[in-house]
């Protein structure tokens, strides 16, 4: 009987061992597998999570109100900038009628234009100066009208006119800021559609570049509408490039350009293949800034600034708060009662001039503020300078583009609007030395999220396509090639 029952007694342990193994083992595997799937769980939602985006919204900015069942004429028209004896000798006459008021002895630019430097740029563009041959120039690349939301859309399309086997053409759009306009970016244009020919590369990235005037500037029809901002025309811009047949795109900008390109990529970032700036608007408020001001030019390592940020932003009052103050006065007029000044610049030639070339002198170079002549000719030539104040005389645009600051200044007075909405596409920076203001890197990821290249330019301000033409591009290419390879 014992010979029956140890067996079976034996055989009974050894099952309950077993049992009491596999419980324990599954005491440890069952929460660790359930661990797993859930956090499996929770990376798939939130890689599902929506990013807050700008809205895209609609409008309408034609003259009157829409009418709800008319279609709007989709077509591309080419189009040609003209000129008349008329217009040349209405000019010549403003300008012989001028009236100078003298400087102060050694003012300089500190007090704005330097009216005897003044009276040489107008003697040139009264007795030398060749708009017809400037006409020519600005009609080499081909000039479009499409009308979008009720007005005229003006543009520049140029396409590459080689494409190396294999290769893709990347669209890139180049939006302008003021008192700039579409014919900044003239110079850069054949280094980015022909970069190979230019040195800058082996035309592995080559590029369709689209340049759009901003409505209310140069030749893009202005808004009969209050209201229009740049989320506006970063809707109007994400129109124009359907279409012109594009899907995704890349965009870059500087001053407002900036701003609208931003817009663009929190608006549809499944267009917008990346944004590359060269400004970033940002507020410096909140405590944490208020830390990195105070320790950044004694630490720098430990808030995140480097040590080019601390030798372009302190010392940090003189930077950041006077020079900005200095230079910001146009702001104020152009953000509460535009038309009041601008009506007195839409009549004078010379007053027109005197305020746009103002900003060509400083911006570049704050130094230039103690030159004679504003420095301008250091890095411009006067057939440049004039050529850019002749788009805003032809086309009375002085007025309307002054607006677009009231326009937006008046919903977002201190233009952080833009931090409420990340921007989650490739993002890449340029900044140059004598911008208005610095932005370090780790500021700026506040709003761009996903920076893949952040360049300290050696040299140029702020109108850095016009004046650093070859810089610019550099590091354009350098930042759609690190996202292609991404």
């Excluded at 000019?91 to 100078?100: F, K, M, N, S, W």
Aim: glycine letters at 8%; one cysteine or more; charged letters at 25%.
């Amino acid at each position: 009987m014992w010979q029956e029952v140890l067996p079976n007694a034996w055989e009974s342990i050894l099952s309950r061992i077993r049992s009491f193994q596999y419980s324990q083992k599954n005491a440890v595997l069952v929460p660790a597998a359930a661990l797993g799937v859930g956090g499996m769980v929770v990376c798939w939602l939130m890689s599902r999570r929506k990013v807050k985006r700008l809205e895209v919204g609609d409008g309408w900015w034609g003259s009157g109100e829409r009418a709800l069942r008319e279609k709007e004429d989709e077509r591309i028209r080419p189009f040609r900038i003209e000129i008349s004896d008329k217009e040349i000798e209405d000019l010549h006459r403003r300008l012989d009628q001028a009236r100078y008021a003298p400087p102060l002895e050694g003012a300089a630019f500190h007090y704005g234009f330097n009216s005897d430097y003044l009276q040489k740029v107008v003697a040139y563009w009264r007795n030398q100066f060749d708009w017809r041959k400037q006409v020519e120039i600005l009609n080499k690349y081909p000039h479009f009208h499409t009308t979008i939301e009720g007005i005229d859309i003006h543009f520049i399309h140029v396409k590459p006119p080689y494409v190396p086997h294999g290769r893709a053409v990347q669209p890139i759009l180049m939006v302008h800021g003021w008192p700039g306009s579409f014919y900044e970016f003239y110079k850069i244009i054949p280094l980015l559609t022909e970069p190979a020919r230019y040195g800058l590369g082996d035309g592995d990235v080559v590029f369709e570049v689209i340049c759009p005037s901003i409505p209310g500037y140069g030749f893009s029809e202005a808004p009969h509408q209050k209201g229009f901002d740049t989320r506006a025309t970063a809707r109007i811009f994400h129109k124009l490039m359907k279409r012109l047949g594009f899907k995704e795109y890349y965009v870059q900008g500087g001053d407002w350009g900036s701003s609208i390109t931003t817009n663009m990529a929190q608006m549809l970032p499944e267009s917008v293949k990346g944004v590359h700036v060269n400004l970033v608007f940002i507020t410096i408020r909140g405590f944490k800034k208020l830390i990195q001001v105070m320790l950044g030019a004694y630490v720098p390592w430990l808030v995140g600034f480097t040590r080019e940020d601390v030798r372009r932003m302190y010392p940090f009052m003189q930077k950041n708060v006077y020079d900005i103050l200095r230079e910001s006065g146009y702001l104020h007029i152009q953000a509460t009662k535009p038309d009041t000044a601008g009506c007195g610049l839409n009549d004078s030639p010379v007053g027109l001039a005197a305020y746009i070339l103002e900003k060509f002198s400083t911006w570049t170079d704050k130094s230039f503020l103690h030159r004679d002549d504003g420095g301008l000719e250091r890095k411009y030539s006067l057939d440049e300078l004039l050529t850019n104040v002749m788009i805003y005389w032809v086309t009375s645009s002085i007025v309307s583009s002054m607006r677009y600051y009231k326009e937006n200044l008046s919903r977002d007075p201190s233009l952080s609007d833009n931090t409420r909405f990340g921007v989650y596409v490739p993002a890449g920076i340029a900044a140059f030395p004598e911008e208005i203001t610095h932005v370090p890197r780790c500021w700026a990821k506040t709003i761009f999220k996903n920076i893949v290249s952040y360049s300290y330019m050696p040299r140029g301000g702020h109108f850095a396509a016009f004046e650093e033409p070859k810089l610019l591009a550099q590091d354009i290419i350098h930042f759609v090639r690190r996202v292609e390879q991404l």
